[in-house]
Antibody
Framework: EVQLVESGGGLVQPGGSLRLSCAVS????????MHWVRQAPGKGLVWVSR?????????SYADSVKGRFTISRDNAKNTLYLDMSSLRAEDTAVYYC????????????WGQGTLVTVSS | SYELSQPPSVSVSPGQTASITCSGD??????VCWYQQKPGQSPVVVIY???KGPPGIPERFSGSNSGNTATLTISGTQATDEADYYC??????????FGGGTKLTVL
């Protein structure tokens, strides 16, 4: 059974840092494109970042997080990460990890999400 | 950057057909996916590659994509279909892009 379980969310002050984790079971993350998608309270889905299913060196970021967020993975732990720094109030959202086979197939499995709140 | 536009809301009577549109420049040249999201839940893909339904998704969900518009059609809409629906495409410059979402009300 495929499962994606996010963790690491919480309350953080503006300018602070946080690391999100996505523990995966049921498939090998290095063979898929893995993504982070966020959703601010009451708002729509917004793509955040992607890491390709190769050697893990190919990554992509939304302009709004470029230079502040870093996506990575640990193949041995089959876990995806999102390191977030210089956090802003507008980064407040539920963060989902999701799997994509390729650009045509969509995000076919999602985690339950973890809430990040940036506030003083 | 690439953008997708959806109507904020669509209403439909039970048993009728609901159509939700998604517009983007030359969208027909890209593959479109559709997601259903119910309150407090994670999104679920209901259509991928424009018109394919994943296993377990009712056949009343169908999709099309041509020109600048993709359409999600729900035939014989049921009360359980009430949810937010998002279109999604992939663009080389923007990567994954979502539409703003459409709230489907069944009344």
């Amino acid at each position: 059974e495929v499962q994606l379980v996010e963790s690491g969310g919480g309350l953080v002050q503006p300018g602070g840092s946080l690391r999100l984790s996505c523990a995966v079971s049921g498939f090998t993350i290095s063979t898929y494109w893995m993504h982070w998608v966020r959703q601010a309270p009451g708002k729509g889905l917004v793509w955040v970042s992607r890491i390709d299913g190769d050697d893990g060196t190919t990554t992509s970021y939304a302009d709004s997080v470029k230079g502040r967020f870093t996506i990575s993975r640990d193949n041995a732990k089959n876990t995806l990460y999102l390191d977030m720094s210089s956090l802003r109030a507008e980064d407040t959202a539920v963060y989902y990890c999701a799997r994509m086979r390729d650009s045509s197939t969509g995000l076919d499995y999602w985690g339950q999400g973890t809430l990040v709140t940036v506030s003083s | 950057s690439y953008e997708l536009s959806q109507p904020p809301s669509v209403s439909v009577s039970p048993g009728q057909t609901a159509s939700i549109t998604c517009s983007g420049d030359k969208l027909g040249d890209k593959y479109v996916c559709w997601y259903q999201q119910k309150p407090g839940q994670s999104p679920v893909v209901v259509i991928y590659q424009d018109n394919k339904g994943p296993p377990g998704i009712p056949e009343r969900f169908s999709g099309s994509n041509s020109g600048n518009t993709a359409t999600l059609t729900i035939s014989g809409t049921q009360a359980t279909d009430e949810a937010d629906y998002y279109c999604q495409a992939w663009d080389r410059s923007t990567d994954v892009v979502f539409g703003g979402g459409t709230k489907l009300t069944v009344l």
